[in-house]
């Protein structure tokens, strides 16, 4: 195990694995381009070891030249890339393969493909040491692939966190056994989006409220906004399929977070099944699901006066909110006997202080 930052990582792919994976990729390359004189162009910074090993397994004719994308943080939902290192001047008539570390969601490739669609090259190949089938968005087909992993997040031989284990050999994954990964039950009003907020500072952990992310998509006119308004606007649930999709989305665009606080998700015997078995697929659990215990009239008062200020429609009318309750009882509530089965059920007191409340949940995470 190592260290980098704040995190572990543990060993995944071993440097012989890694090299022959590159041989296997340039051997298929030759067979297609060994009587050209192809250009490489290796995408900076994290492919920079996989130009060099892969140029020392292609010892035929070609030429080498880099671009550099830089994703500025935070506005990576807008998928804005900027060039720092542009096209290579001397490309006209050429074939270009691109060499990538990785491709995941496909965003950077896409930059690429843009890049050198306006320019005259003869043909324009892609070819990624690894290849993250369960991310890709697959926009555009990869031509060459030295290894397809599942959605980890890795370092090592190029790749990096915080900029960090780019010059390890070999490559390394996450180590997620220390995760603290809790679920909040509770009806509407019960108060997990107020107590999530402490324990995600407390923890250091990502908060995925589902219904935040549907109220982000609401505002903003997207279609699974559009979709999910109709079901939200009437207090009923939002189908399976869309809900279960999103929540995947949330989880892989965090990757490296130390834990998450799932709120208001999963809320159906579907949606527990779906996040213990894509969990599992990415070696995280939950470790504890915990519910907020209040009375529905204490509720019913709570988001009525929510509904004042939030501007929430399905907040302002209790009928609305009386059919919330009603899923809720009849669908999530059910959910007691999955979590208890695995020994992973606790309920606490939800009503008093916001202070007393966030106590008794912590007195249960640090027990964890
Ligand atoms: P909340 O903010 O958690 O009270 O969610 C508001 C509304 O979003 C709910 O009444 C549902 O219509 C929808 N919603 C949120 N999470 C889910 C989920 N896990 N499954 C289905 N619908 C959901």
Redesign the pocket.
Known sequence: MIKLHDKFFKPYLKEEQILKAIEKMAAEIAKDYKDETPLFVGVLNGAFMFVADFLKAYQHPCEVSFVRLSSYQGLTSTGIVETLLDVPEEIEGKSVIILEDVVDTGRTLKQLVHLFSQTNAKEFKIATLFYKSDMYNGEYAIDYVGLEIPNNFIVGYGLDYKEQGRNLREVYQLNQADMINLVLFGK?GAGKGTQAEFLKEKYNLKHI????V?RYNIKNGTELGKL?KS??DK????P?EV?IDMLKDEVEQNPDAAGFIF??????DA?AEALDNFLESKDMKINATIALEADDDVLVARLLERGKSSGRS?DQDESKIRN?FD?YNQKTAPLKAYYEKQGKFHSINGTGEINEVTERLCAIIDKL
Not at 235 to 238: A, T
Request: aromatic residues 12%.
């Open positions: 509407p409220s589902t219904g935040d549907f999910a079901y939200i207090g009923d649930l939002v399976d809900t709120d208001g998700f999963p809320r159906t949606q399905d919330r899923e």
